[in-house]
């Protein structure tokens, strides 16, 4: 419809109005409220986002998107309980959801939470094993425990995926580094920094040079 037309061209003020006006028509159409939803969200209006969310929840309580939304919109705000709570809901309707198990991830790691991190993005690459993104999580949360291989592992496929993913390769080097692997470190630094050059940093320089003269 025509909120979906402005939603996709950016005009998310003109999008909300003719959804409003949707709604105003059929109180009860589950998909104008969760598209308000994710207007919401995108515009940073997390309390407006969850309202909508809730919303579409109350006319279709199996509505996984829904809860997804919810869960995400949580998230953004901190409330890590109740978006692990949303997340849930959503993977128990569709037990397929790889983003829901994913997210699901990033907030149980937000909370300290590692090992239920670590299933939850193994979860998210059973279903969706080129996820470059869940083995890169999978690589932080590894690296938090101290398990450099694992890491390590986790970074090389997330790379394999998609190898200009430049955080992965600088976590990469954190990993070897904490390995004392300095030559494999300031190899994964470099590919990184010459894919991103905002990861460089003063200190960065200071240890590729201090074990470059090392050599």
């Known amino acids: 419809g025509l909120g979906f037309a402005y939603s996709e061209q950016g005009k998310y003020d003109l999008a909300i109005a003719s959804y409003q006006k949707a709604i105003a028509i059929n109180p009860n159409d589950v998909g104008v409220h969760h598209n308000l939803g994710i207007i919401y ?28 939304g919810l869960g995400f919109a949580y998230s953004e705000q901190g409330k890590y309980d109740l978006a692990i709570a949303s997340f849930k809901n959503a993977i128990a309707i569709d037990p397929n959801h790889a983003v829901a198990y994913y997210k699901l991830g990033i907030a149980y790691a937000n909370q300290g939470k590692y ?11 059973e279903i969706d094993p080129k996820d470059a993104a869940a083995y890169y999580s999978l690589g932080i949360a590894y690296g938090k425990q101290g398990k450099y291989d694992l890491a390590i592992a986790s970074f090389k496929n997330a790379i394999a995926i998609d190898p200009d993913f430049a955080e992965a390769h600088y976590n990469q080097g954190v990993a ?15 590919r ?24």
Do not use: C, M, W
């Open 176 to 190: 070897y580094a904490n390995q004392g692997k300095n030559d494999l470190a300031i190899a994964s630094f470099k």
């Open 41 to 68: 969200t995108i515009q940073g209006k997390y309390d407006l986002a969850i309202a909508s969310y809730q919303k579409a929840i109350a006319i279709d309580p199996n509505h996984a998107d829904g809860h997804y």
């Open 192 to 215: 990184a920094v010459s894919i991103n050059p905002n990861l460089d940093s003063p200190e960065l320089q200071k240890f590729i040079n201090l074990h470059e003269a090392e050599r």
């Open 115 to 125: 090992d239920l991190a670590i299933a939850s993005y193994q979860n998210a690459i």
